[in-house]
């Protein structure tokens, strides 16, 4: 794996206790499935200048509405 590669970067997230962190890729998108993170929560990570709202980082997509959403046939 190229060095920086996005699997091998570690993120923190800001909370109302602080700042949280390092994790890994994995981490990130377990906390963004399980609703503890989401698209207005601060993240920083090496190459950002600034913490930058989750949404507006373009490393995660945010969580698929359709996938948790019962489909009815009629």
Same mark, same amino acid.
């Given at each position: 794996?190229?060095? &920086?590669?996005?699997?091998? +970067? ?9 700042? %949280? ?18 698209? &207005?929560?601060?993240?920083? +990570? ?9 949404? %507006? ?18």
């Amino acid at each position: 794996m190229a060095p &920086n590669h996005p699997a091998d +970067r570690v993120w923190y997230c800001a909370s109302e206790q602080g700042n %949280k962190g390092p994790f890994k890729a994995t981490d990130m998108i377990a906390m963004i499935e399980q609703g503890i993170i989401h698209g &207005n929560t601060w993240i920083w +990570r090496d190459g950002f200048d600034n913490w930058i709202l989750l949404r %507006k980082s373009g490393d995660f997509e945010p969580p698929s509405q359709t996938a948790s959403s019962p489909q009815t046939s009629d």
